[in-house]
T-cell receptor, first 117, second 108 residues
Framework: GAVVSQHPSRVICKSGTSVKIECRSL??????MFWYRQFPKQSLMLMAT?????????EQGVEKDKFLINHASLTLSTLTVTSAHPEDSSFYIC?????????????FGPGTRLTVT | GQNIDQPTEMTATEGAIVQINCTYQ??????LFWYQQHAGEAPTFLSY????GLEEKGRFSSFLSRSKGYSYLLLKELQMKDSASYLC?????????FGAGTTVTVRA
């Protein structure tokens, strides 16, 4: 089946620093990648959608200058949390969707636990 | 957008059956998904319905009624490892939106 990886799985950073999270589709080409955020005991909230080679589309209330998304290739998307604050501490999950027979399903990465101190 | 409602918590006994209901409102329905999520992990795909009716997959089944905006996930022969959060997700056009999830606790 389709596999999506994320790196790192956990990261602790100091307030004011930036953190980059990578999302890779390992065995398929991801035409679209999604970034979600999940706070404890809450559901996944879509942050942004990105298509390879074009700018990401951000959901309402998500600051595009704070959460930088790059989808430079069909197998890699990155999310950079800039000037992180403790309230950015959350579980960040990426998801990828391919084309053709893979186009109906989204495959999720294992998530990245970000803690900002 | 969508309003996706599902119960917050359910408890059942090992070996029993549990049914998790999900209702939704959407203007551009393009499929309904159920995911399982264990604490601290990413969701894993369980089932997909785009047409009315029942989809069976081993111990898990999912039902959809598009006219009623209703789906359920049926878990049979419950095992302890089924204790998790179950997320109902609706795809509108090409975007998935998730319900808040139902935490299922399986007791011995």
């Amino acid at each position: 089946g389709a596999v999506v990886s994320q790196h790192p799985s956990r990261v602790i950073c100091k307030s004011g620093t930036s953190v980059k999270i990578e999302c890779r589709s390992l065995d398929f080409q991801a035409t679209t990648m999604f970034w979600y955020r999940q706070f404890p005991k809450q559901s996944l909230m879509l942050m942004a959608t990105s298509n390879e080679g074009s700018k990401a589309t951000y959901e309402q209330g998500v600051e595009k200058d704070k959460f930088l998304i790059n989808h430079a290739s069909l197998t890699l998307s990155t999310l950079t949390v800039t000037s992180a604050h403790p309230e950015d501490s959350s579980f960040y999950i990426c998801s990828a969707r391919g084309g053709g027979s893979l186009s109906y399903e989204q495959y999720f990465g294992p998530g990245t636990r970000l803690t900002v101190t | 957008g969508q309003n996706i409602d599902q119960p917050t918590e359910m408890t059942a006994t090992e070996g029993a059956i549990v049914q998790i209901n999900c209702t939704y409102q959407t203007s551009g329905f393009n499929g309904l998904f159920w995911y399982q999520q264990h604490a601290g992990e990413a969701p894993t795909f369980l089932s997909y319905n785009v047409l009315d009716g029942l989809e069976e997959k081993g111990r898990f089944s999912s039902f959809l009624s598009r006219s009623k905006g209703y789906s359920y996930l049926l878990l049979k022969e419950l095992q302890m490892k089924d204790s998790a959060s179950y997320l109902c997700a609706v795809r509108e056009r090409r975007q998935l939106s998730f319900g808040a999830g139902t935490t299922v606790t399986v007791r011995a």
